[in-house]
C-alpha cells in the first residue's frame, strides 16, 4: 500500500468549523457507545480534532492523544489540553501503553497513512481491553476526488474490513459516513 504522512502546515484546516460541521464527532462518539468515565485512545490525533471532543464526553474517564509526528503534537500542546487529555508521542507502529487498559481507539483520518496497517492493527488490540472498541474513518478511493489526499494513497473499506478481520477483530458496523468517507466499528474479541 502507498503511504504519505500529512503535512503540519496544513494544521488548521483539520480544525475548521467546516471540518466539525461535516465530520460531527458527537456522532462518532454516539457511534462508538463508549460511556463518560472510560478511556479512549485517539491514534493519529494531530492537533486535537476529536481530541477535545472525547475530552468533554469522557467526563472523569481520559483520552489518550497519540501521534508519531512532534510537529503535530506541539500544535495540539498549544491548544491547552484540559486534565483528562494525556499527550503521548508513539512509533510507526510501537506504542508506550499498557495491555489491555483502553477501551475505545479512533482513527481519524489515518488508516491510509499507515506503513503496515496489519501491524498498527495488532499493536492496537493489545492496548484494548477484551470487547474495546475501534473505530476507524478514512478516505473512500471509490469516491470522485474533490479534496484529500490522491486516490493513489487511499485504502477501500473492504481491504481495511478485512485487515482487521486478520487481526482478530469483528466488524460491527460499516458505512459510508459521508460522500468520500467510510467508517467502519469493530469489537476486539479477546
Ligand atoms: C490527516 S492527520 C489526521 C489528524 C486527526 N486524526 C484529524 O482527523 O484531524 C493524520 C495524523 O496521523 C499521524 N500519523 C501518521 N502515521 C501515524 C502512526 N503510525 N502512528 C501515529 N500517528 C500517525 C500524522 O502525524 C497526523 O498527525
Given at each position: 500500500m502507498?503511504?504519505?504522512?500529512?503535512?503540519?502546515?496544513?494544521?488548521?484546516?483539520?480544525?475548521?468549523?467546516?471540518?466539525?460541521h461535516e465530520l460531527k464527532p458527537d456522532i462518532m462518539l454516539q457511534k462508538l457507545g463508549i460511556p463518560p468515565g472510560s478511556t479512549i485512545l485517539d491514534l493519529g490525533c494531530g492537533n486535537g480534532f476529536f481530541t477535545f471532543p472525547a475530552a468533554v464526553a469522557m467526563g472523569s474517564g481520559m483520552v489518550i492523544a497519540a501521534d508519531m509526528s512532534e510537529p503535530m503534537l506541539s500544535l495540539l500542546r498549544q491548544r491547552?489540553?484540559?486534565?483528562?487529555?494525556?499527550?503521548?508521542?508513539?512509533?510507526?507502529?510501537k506504542m508506550d501503553i499498557e495491555d489491555d487498559s483502553v477501551d475505545a481507539a479512533v482513527l481519524i483520518a489515518l488508516y491510509h497513512e499507515f506503513k503496515t496497517p496489519?501491524?498498527?492493527?495488532?499493536?492496537?488490540?493489545?492496548v484494548l481491553k477484551t470487547?474495546?472498541?475501534?473505530?476507524?474513518?478514512?478516505?473512500?478511493?471509490?469516491?470522485?476526488?474533490?479534496?484529500?489526499?490522491?486516490?493513489?494513497?487511499?485504502?477501500?473499506?473492504?481491504?481495511?474490513?478485512?485487515?482487521l478481520k486478520a487481526a482478530g477483530f469483528s466488524v460491527t458496523t460499516d458505512e459510508n459516513y459521508t460522500h468520500d468517507m467510510w467508517m467502519i466499528i469493530a469489537n476486539c474479541n479477546t
Amino acid at each position: 500500500m502507498s503511504h504519505k504522512k500529512f503535512d503540519p502546515t496544513r494544521a488548521e484546516a483539520l480544525i475548521s468549523a467546516e471540518r466539525y460541521h461535516e465530520l460531527k464527532p458527537d456522532i462518532m462518539l454516539q457511534k462508538l457507545g463508549i460511556p463518560p468515565g472510560s478511556t479512549i485512545l485517539d491514534l493519529g490525533c494531530g492537533n486535537g480534532f476529536f481530541t477535545f471532543p472525547a475530552a468533554v464526553a469522557m467526563g472523569s474517564g481520559m483520552v489518550i492523544a497519540a501521534d508519531m509526528s512532534e510537529p503535530m503534537l506541539s500544535l495540539l500542546r498549544q491548544r491547552n489540553t484540559p486534565d483528562n487529555i494525556q499527550i503521548l508521542q508513539v512509533e510507526e507502529v510501537k506504542m508506550d501503553i499498557e495491555d489491555d487498559s483502553v477501551d475505545a481507539a479512533v482513527l481519524i483520518a489515518l488508516y491510509h497513512e499507515f506503513k503496515t496497517p496489519l501491524d498498527n492493527l495488532t499493536e492496537i488490540k493489545r492496548v484494548l481491553k477484551t470487547e474495546g472498541k475501534l473505530l476507524i474513518l478514512d478516505w473512500d478511493p471509490l469516491s470522485e476526488k474533490e479534496r484529500g489526499p490522491a486516490k493513489a494513497h487511499r485504502v477501500e473499506k473492504k481491504q481495511a474490513m478485512n485487515d482487521l478481520k486478520a487481526a482478530g477483530f469483528s466488524v460491527t458496523t460499516d458505512e459510508n459516513y459521508t460522500h468520500d468517507m467510510w467508517m467502519i466499528i469493530a469489537n476486539c474479541n479477546t
